[in-house]
């Protein structure tokens, strides 16, 4: 990371947060570390409806899931009491993609980890977080590619549902499978 990236982080920071100097050194040691992740000033809205202009970290993380490697699109939102209080962390999906709900991640793409739900500001950072999501998703990865339904052939149909997805296959002789032929996955 260069002087000039500090300079435009520190620009960039609102003065409304309450701790500039820590949060402008989290921010330089995770983008120093993370190239693929970038500030950006942006509007949240929270849950009650008010809105703030909050600094997020935006990008990707790499995961490693079965030898494969896959970036995970994010956003990390540091509110004004950052680092007294956790980030406030979602998936960024592309169209492409689905998010998997899990213990770690909601339908609306929350990620929700005992890490961020433990926060202590003297024993937890950003560069840690980031850390403990590659290595939650790398265990239970977070998204899918999307199964696109038009693409099925007349061999087989995908089913998609909020907790699972199967394929039913049509027999070539168009009789129906009986129970005792199924095999379950």
């Not at 950006?40 to 935006?58: H, P, R, S």
């Not at 403990?132 to 239970?140: G, K, L």
Request: hydrophobic fraction near 35%; proline fraction near 5%.
């Amino acid at each position: 990371m260069t002087i000039r990236t500090i300079r435009y982080v520190r620009r960039m920071l609102p003065m409304t947060y309450d701790h500039r100097t820590e949060v402008l050194s989290e921010i330089s040691l995770v983008l120093s570390h993370y190239q693929h992740l970038e500030p950006v000033l942006e509007k949240f809205v929270f849950n009650d409806g008010t809105a703030k202009n909050l600094i997020n970290l935006t990008g990707t993380i790499q995961v490693f899931y079965e030898r494969k490697q896959y970036n995970i699109p994010v956003t990390l939102w540091l509110r004004e009491s950052y680092p007294r209080t956790a980030p406030i962390c979602y998936l960024k999906p592309t169209c492409e993609m689905v998010v998997v709900t899990s213990k770690y991640v909601n339908s609306n793409g929350e990620i929700m980890m005992p890490y961020l739900d433990e926060w202590k500001h003297t024993k937890c950072d950003l560069h840690s977080l980031i850390q403990v999501m590659m290595a939650t998703f790398s265990e239970v990865p977070p998204l899918r590619m999307h199964l696109d339904q038009e693409k099925s052939t007349s061999a087989h149909k995908i089913h998609l549902a909020d907790d699972f997805s199967h394929v039913t296959l049509n027999r070539e002789d168009h009789l129906p499978f009986y129970e005792l032929n199924e095999t379950i996955c």
